[in-house]
């Protein structure tokens, strides 16, 4: 799939969200290049794209009609919609469940110690927000929690859903891989969630 009428806005690695789109397309087959946004010069933050996207975040979807489409999910949602092969979300209601209880999952018990951690106790953000160091500091302790309940819960499994791989495991490992950079890394004791990410890390989608 190639359509050159839409515009996907995003910014490059480390930037978590907008990596999760390119994985996602990746797995698709779309070809759709990326507009980046500089985020070092708040260009997401300008009149310009907040007229856009009235969060002023990356990623998001223009369409032909003008319509815009933020939200990481929301936009895989609708290339999903669009091209359902190969499917992202689960194919009956069951796994489509599925796949939307683990993506929550994912965003609550990972990346929102992740998130705090990142906002509140790392360098390159403190001019950026106040900072309340001892909060973000903590969600360290939080964080490795999380492992230790994705570690259990991966236990005889593939994926997070079972056996096919899906927009959850896209959340995971984006969330993952931004936790390394920021200083927050998986503890080697949890054998179960290692190899996961070593499964999704050799995936070739991986490395958009």
Same mark, same amino acid.
């Given at each position: ?5 839409? #515009? %996907? ?20 087959? *779309?070809? %759709?290049?990326?507009?980046? #946004?500089?985020?070092? +010069?708040?260009?997401?933050? /300008? ?16 369409? @032909? @009609? ?8 929301? *936009? ?56 309340? +160091? @001892?909060?973000? =500091? /903590? ?8 492992? +230790? ?5 991966? =236990? ?9 791989? /899906?927009?959850?495991? *896209?959340?995971? !490992?984006?969330? %993952? @891989?931004?936790?390394?950079? #920021?200083? !927050? $890394? !998986?503890? $080697?004791?949890?054998?179960?969630? +290692? ?5 999704? /890390? ?7």
């Amino acid at each position: 799939m190639k359509d050159p009428g839409m #515009i %996907l806005y995003g910014a490059p690695n480390p930037a978590p969200n907008p990596r999760r789109v390119r994985i996602f397309l990746a797995e698709k087959g *779309i070809d %759709l290049p990326e507009t980046r #946004i500089d985020m070092m +010069k708040r260009e997401h933050k /300008s009149p310009e794209f907040r007229a856009k996207n009235t969060l002023g975040q990356v990623p998001a979807l223009e369409l @032909d @009609d003008g319509t815009v489409i933020a939200e990481t999910v929301a *936009i895989c949602r609708y290339f999903d919609e669009v091209q359902p092969q190969p499917p992202m979300f689960g194919t009956t209601p069951v796994e489509k469940a599925l796949v939307d209880m683990w993506v929550r999952r994912v965003e609550f018990t990972t990346m929102t110690p992740v998130g705090n951690f990142w906002r509140h106790a790392h360098p390159r953000t403190a001019a950026l927000l106040t900072q309340f +160091k @001892d909060f973000g =500091e /903590s969600n360290t302790e939080t964080f490795k929690g999380a492992q +230790k309940y994705l570690d259990r819960e991966l =236990e005889g499994r593939t994926w997070l859903t079972g056996e096919t791989y /899906s927009m959850a495991d *896209i959340c995971l !490992l984006t969330t %993952l @891989d931004f936790a390394g950079w #920021i200083g !927050l $890394p !998986l503890e $080697p004791e949890h054998a179960n969630l +290692k190899a996961w990410r070593d499964r999704a /890390s050799a995936r070739p989608s991986a490395t958009a």
